[in-house]
Nanobody, 121 residues
Framework: QVQVVESGGGLVQAGGSLRLSCEVS????????MGWYRQAPGNQRESVAV????????YSDSVKRRFLIFRTNAAANTVYLQMNSLKPEDTAVYYC??????????????WGQGTQVTVSS
């Protein structure tokens, strides 16, 4: 079993900052990639920021230069999303995703329960 748990959402005024965290635990052999996705009401889930096990990152155009995905060390099972200069259009439920190879050797795609981010104007 693999668990993905997010934390750090909340309500913030436009121009403010929030930091989300995501921890992966359980029967983990290795983590191929971790990333953040978001879904606003009436919209499809979209990719926000992704980091591979090698540290490569990819951001959606809408958050480039405002959001940063990082981890404290290469072996960490926790990634963070630092969100700066937040805009009302960033309001959404943010989900963490982890692509994990379990100790059994089986690959899996795992999602957290989501955390609400609301940016007021």
């Amino acid at each position: 079993q693999v668990q993905v748990v997010e934390s750090g959402g909340g309500l913030v005024q436009a121009g403010g900052s929030l930091r989300l965290s995501c921890e992966v635990s359980g029967s983990i052999g290795s983590i191929d990639a971790m990333g953040w996705y978001r879904q606003a009401p009436g919209n499809q889930r979209e990719s926000v920021a992704v980091m591979t096990s090698g540290g490569a990152t990819n951001y959606s155009d809408s958050v480039k230069r405002r959001f940063l995905i990082f981890r404290t060390n290469a072996a960490a099972n926790t990634v963070y999303l630092q969100m700066n200069s937040l805009k009302p259009e960033d309001t959404a439920v943010y989900y963490c995703n982890a692509q994990v190879v379990g100790r059994s050797g089986k690959w899996g795609d795992y999602w957290g329960q989501g955390t609400q981010v609301t940016v007021s104007s």
